[in-house]
């Protein structure tokens, strides 16, 4: 341990907590001195990941998203261990402590919108917080009692939320407030397989009245006053929170579809459906499995795909730009040619004009060359060899 927690500038201490958290086995203390007296136990082998086990640890603490197993279902052949009666405690780990949080929460259209963020996936208004929360702690208990673990998706999984419709007949299209989520879903394991779980209030469309800056149902008014409501006021059509829940399970993987519902059709009918709910469940993540494994055999050949579309586009711009590269060297050769051919023909004038200079008078001689030394100087930059030089080939641009 502390020869490779000083290749990761870590104690000894802080990598076992490591080991520990990604599900690692290791030396045991005083493992080396048995080891060299050869009596130390065989190497553990690596086990197989656990749904919830994260596969990757950085020193900085990001997160690191690295290859997953394809979740599968529970072998039919084997039976999940369940766990025994003794060991069952009265409040699921999620639910423990989640009550302060609503409870403190703000509310708008009646529902909860809570400031934490990682919390149990409940979307409800405050009248059926303490049953929602009743509902939800006697499904995490009751799954985990056959063997299926419910937690919070791992952090370092893309999974989603499904969406939530709380319309308890569903209707037309309308805008609806946003509604609380939580930052990752509350999901429960068959096997390997993750099926996300959200426990919403549905609402129902009810006559309401607007009074002193609130809607109320019309049914919950007495008799109107003899002058009436006043002008401030009127009556609408909105969906209300009715009391009654609806548990959506969903499979929370980006290429899968799967979705049910259970719907209360009177306040408490959730709890009687526990255990078909469990069996649904059981019955789903096969499928489920399936729809990822499908997903993501479309995924990779989308990726293949898209990598061959990249490497065509990277071809066809390495042979635009070999173009115009070849454009460009036979343009900048062309005006070094003309440029030299110009330059030849001024070579040409200076040489006869010197010949002509010299037969002169000598004072007459002696002020012609002086002027022609001085306009040689004046082309000077007409050098065009000097130009060529500095010409590129295609390949070098």
Known sequence: MTVVAARYRVSGSFLARVCARLNVPRPPRGYWARHASGKARLRLALPEARPQDELAWSRGGELVRGPRPLPKPPDATRRPRRRPATARPSTHPLIRGAREHFDAARARDEYLRPYKKLLVDLVVSKQTLPRALEVANELFLSLEDRGYPVSFAPPNERWGRDEVDVREKGGRARSYPGFWSPWRPTVVFVGTVAVGLTIYEMTEEVQCRYLEGKYVRVSELGPAPR???????????????????????????????????????????????????????????????????????????????????????????????????????????????????????????????????????????????????????????????????????????
């Open 227 to 397: 002058r009436g409501y006043g002008a401030s006021s009127w009556t609408t059509t909105r969906e209300v929170p009715t009391g009654r829940l609806c548990l959506q399970a969903y499979a929370p993987y980006g290429r899968a579809s799967w979705v049910e519902r259970w719907r209360e059709a009177k306040p408490g009918d959730l709890l009687a459906k526990l255990k078909t709910i469990a069996r649904a469940l059981e019955d789903a993540a096969p499928v489920i499995a399936k729809q990822v494994e499908e997903g993501e055999r479309q995924a990779a050949i989308e990726r293949l795909r898209w990598e061959e579309e990249e490497r065509a586009q990277r071809r066809e711009e390495a042979a635009r730009r070999r173009a115009e590269a070849v454009k460009a060297s036979r343009t900048e050769l062309a005006a070094i040619i003309e440029r030299w051919a110009e330059a030849k023909r001024v070579e040409a004038f200076f040489e006869d004009a010197g010949r002509r200079a010299a037969s002169l008078d000598d004072g007459e001689s002696i002020a012609m060359l002086d002027r022609l030394k001085r306009a040689r100087e004046l082309l000077r930059g007409m050098d065009a060899l000097q130009r060529f030089r500095s010409w590129k080939a295609p390949h070098e641009r």
